[in-house]
């Protein structure tokens, strides 16, 4: 997308969060809603770069891959696999490749849990764990400024060029990862021990994928895919216009977890004993399920008959999995919900 484009997809979005106009305002309201309540539902304390290791764990991802070619979006089951190819820790090294695109961030505290941070305005983000202590970027990119035709002066030469730039910063096994010009198309392939914890933020790009990792993740793609493949924790994930599709091998029975897009499809699976309690709603689509879920009737008005006089009517739907637990919220605007048990 060119950069006027950008702009145009931005000032859509706040368009869609400020018009008075009503159809755009109930949109901008969903979506608002949605992400506030995802993150106010979340303890601060609870949701920290806290995180428990899990040893190499084969998942079989059969029931959370199979179908997804049909998937708006996203290239079904060859993406998939092929960040489960490199799970096989004893014979995949993070230094594989040559150092020229390569760095390697040492840790404060090797072994100890750690966190990364990326934002990002344009480009590609895959975030893999590995059996290692240190944190390794591979990058690639070019700005966004065309220099095609620019002849130069008679007597002169061009020294500009288009490498890449950016900047990482380690602070007590917290990594941040900022870009110097937003506007440069960023190809990242980050490695992470794997008890990490993360905080992704993408604005346009290709589908962010994270594999292989134990922590929490809070993860927000504005236009674009979100996919998690054998991830174990708790996770926050947030999308404008982008599927989200996660499969966790472990999930925190303390944690809660919250999925929204406007357009797109949730597609979630979890382990068949998770304990937790969904709470469900899509304006403009269906939500499906192969949890034995023992629904709540919460749709009943609620009336509160104190000043200011208020009704209430409950669009939600809420189901108890394995008798309840901590809350898993899921919001869409237009698309289907899929929350299937592994």
């Known amino acids: 997308m060119k950069p006027g484009g950008l702009f145009l997809l931005m000032i859509i979005v706040l368009l869609l969060l400020s018009s008075d106009f009503p159809t755009l305002r109930i949109v901008g309201e969903t979506f608002n809603s949605s992400v506030h309540l995802a993150f106010s539902s979340l303890n601060n304390n609870a949701f920290a770069a806290e995180t428990v290791h899990n040893g190499p764990n084969e998942p079989g991802l059969d029931d959370g891959i199979i179908g997804y070619g049909n998937l708006s979006g996203i290239n079904g089951v060859n993406e998939l696999n092929a960040l489960k190819g490199l799970r096989g820790h004893s014979e995949f090294s993070a230094h594989s490749k040559t150092a020229e695109n390569q760095i390697a961030v040492p840790l404060s505290s090797p072994g100890q849990p750690g966190r990364l941070i990326l934002n990002m305005v344009r480009g590609s983000v895959q975030v893999t ?146 304990r937790f309690t969904a709470r469900m709603k899509s304006e403009f689509g269906d939500v499906f399920t192969d949890f034995d879920m023992k629904l709540r009737d919460e749709s009943a008005p609620r009336i509160n008959s104190s000043m200011p006089f208020k009704i209430s009517v409950n669009e939600w739907v809420v189901g108890d999995v394995n008798d309840g637990g901590p809350e898993y919220r899921f919001s869409n605007l237009r698309g289907n919900i899929y929350i299937r048990q592994r």
């Not at 914890?197 to 993740?217: A, E, I, Q, R, Y």
């Not at 054998?230 to 472990?250: E, H, L, P, W």
């Open 129 to 274: 764990g590995y059996d290692g202590e240190e944190v390794v970027i591979r990058y690639e990119g070019t700005t966004t400024r065309s220099q095609e035709g620019q002849e130069a002066p008679e007597g002169m030469r061009r020294i500009t060029g288009r490498s890449p730039g950016f900047e990482t910063i380690e602070n007590n096994n917290v990594v941040e990862v900022r870009n110097i010009s937003p506007w440069e198309n960023m190809k990242f392939e980050i490695f992470v021990p794997e008890n990490f914890s993360m905080k992704l933020s993408l604005v346009h790009g290709d589908t962010l994928h994270v594999n292989n990792v134990s922590g929490d993740l809070e993860i927000s793609h504005v236009s674009g895919n979100v996919s998690l493949v054998d991830v174990g924790g708790a996770a926050v994930i947030n999308t404008v216009n982008g599927d989200i599709v996660c499969s966790f091998r472990q999930t925190d029975s303390d944690k809660p977890m919250a999925f929204s897009t406007l357009n797109g499809v949730i597609d979630i699976t979890i382990p068949a004993d998770a």
